[in-house]
């Protein structure tokens, strides 16, 4: 099951933190079912992340094209 929005104002990442899309940019999610051991499935949107940036980069030569680590959120309050 694919969900697809335009804009997400209120969306929650790991640890239950807040984040929101500008418009235009792709704001997606996909539920599946696997029968494979959590630490397994962990990885899949990284996985999946890495394989798109290299997709792209190859057909698109998209040099923008690639992954940045999530903002980690600091006990004091914010993120870096």
Known sequence: LW???????E????RGNGWQT??????ASLLLTLD????A????GFVA???LAQALD??????EAGLRPAPRHHPGGGFQ
């Open 3 to 9: 969900i697809v929005a335009h804009h997400q104002s």
């Open 11 to 14: 969306g929650r990442g790991r």
């Open 22 to 27: 500008q418009p235009g940019n792709l704001a």
């Open 36 to 39: 494979l051991p959590p630490a």
């Open 41 to 44: 499935i962990a990885t899949l």
């Open 49 to 51: 992340g890495v394989a």
């Open 58 to 63: 190859e057909c698109c030569a998209c040099s």
